[in-house]
C-alpha cells in the first residue's frame, strides 16, 4: 500500500518516557515528508503543548490536538476544526466531579484553568510545559470568558478513573466522549472530538483515502484511530486491548518503535 498520512500519539507513542524524540525518528520522519508523505500528530494534548513538538521536528502540517476537538496549522495557526463542549452538559460535568472531590482541570482557549492547586497540576504542567491558571470558580471563569472547554480532565489513581469512567460513561456517555489517555487520566470530549473522526477529517482534506492512512498508539483513546486507519499500529508498550486489536504492533516508544513503522511501511 502506497501510505500518504501517518498520524502519530504522542506519549507513551512517538516520545520515550524521558519525553524525547529519537535523532533517527526524525530523521525518519523527514525522509517520508521528503517522499510526499503528510505526517501528523493525533495526542489528548493541548494545541499549546503538542506544537513545541511539532516546531522542534518541523512539521508544517495541521495537528490533531485535545483527542480531535482542535485541528490547528503548526505554522500559520489556521483552526481547520473545532468542537468545544456544550455549555449545560460541560457545567453538569464540573458540578458532578466537584461533588464526587475529584480533581477537576478545564481548557478554555487553549489554557489550563482549575479550582484548587494539586499535585496532579503541577506534574501535568511539568510534563506538558504548559502553565496552569487558579480560579475562584470554574463555572463562573467559562461564563467570563465566553467560551466553553475544548477538553475536561480529571486525574487520579489508576483504581479510581476505572471507577470514575464506568459512572460517566452511564451518565453521559450518549452526550459526549469519554476516554482513559493513561492510567490516571480520564478525559471528556465533544462528541464529534476523538482521533478517529479528525483523521477522516484531515484524510478526506487531502484527499486521501484511509486505506493510504498509518495510526499508531499505544492506550484506549488510540483505539478509534487504529479502527479508521489503513494500518493501525500499536506500540510493544501499548494496551493490551490496543496491541489485540491492531493490524501490526512495533517495538516500544523507548526502543524507536515509531523509527521501525517508519523504514517497515514507509520508507
Known amino acids: 500500500m502506497d501510505y500518504q498520512l501517518v498520524a502519530i500519539d504522542l506519549d507513551d507513542t512517538l516520545l520515550a518516557d524521558d519525553l524525547t524524540i529519537s535523532p533517527q525518528t526524525i530523521e525518519a520522519i523527514h525522509q517520508a515528508i521528503e517522499k510526499g508523505v503528510t505526517v501528523t500528530f493525533a495526542t489528548g494534548r493541548m494545541y499549546q503543548s503538542a506544537v513545541q513538538y511539532a516546531k522542534k521536528i518541523q ?33 453538569s460535568i464540573i458540578k458532578e466531579l466537584r461533588a464526587k472531590n475529584h480533581h477537576i482541570q478545564i481548557y478554555l482557549h487553549d489554557e489550563i484553568y482549575l479550582e484548587k492547586d494539586h499535585s496532579f497540576a ?27 472547554p475544548a477538553k475536561i480532565l480529571t486525574i487520579e489513581e489508576p483504581a479510581a478513573i476505572q471507577e470514575i469512567h464506568q459512572e460517566f460513561q452511564i451518565q453521559f456517555g450518549n452526550s459526549c466522549h469519554i476516554t482513559i489517555s493513561k492510567p490516571h487520566f480520564m478525559e471528556i470530549t465533544h462528541k464529534e472530538a476523538t482521533k478517529g473522526k479528525a ?24 483505539r ?12 510493544g508498550n501499548a494496551h493490551p486491548e490496543i496491541k ?21 511501511f514507509v520508507l
Open 122 to 148: 503541577r506534574d501535568y504542567s511539568k510534563a506538558s510545559n504548559v502553565p496552569y491558571h487558579v480560579v475562584d470558580d470554574l463555572i463562573q471563569t467559562m461564563r467570563e470568558m465566553k467560551t466553553t
Open 224 to 235: 478509534d484511530m487504529l479502527e479508521v486507519a489503513g494500518l493501525g499500529v500499536a506500540m
Open 59 to 91: 512539521l508544517d502540517v495541521p495537528i490533531i490536538t485535545y483527542q480531535g476537538a482542535l485541528i490547528k496549522n503548526v505554522l500559520s495557526g489556521e483552526v481547520l476544526f473545532e468542537r468545544l463542549l456544550d455549555e449545560a452538559l460541560a457545567i
Open 244 to 264: 489485540a486489536m491492531a493490524n501490526y504492533v512495533t517495538k516500544t516508544n523507548n526502543d524507536h518503535g515509531v523509527w521501525e513503522v517508519f523504514q517497515k
Open 199 to 222: 483523521i477522516e477529517y484531515l484524510a478526506h482534506l487531502k484527499g486521501i483515502t484511509l486505506d493510504q492512512v498509518i495510526a499508531i498508539g499505544d492506550s484506549m483513546n488510540d
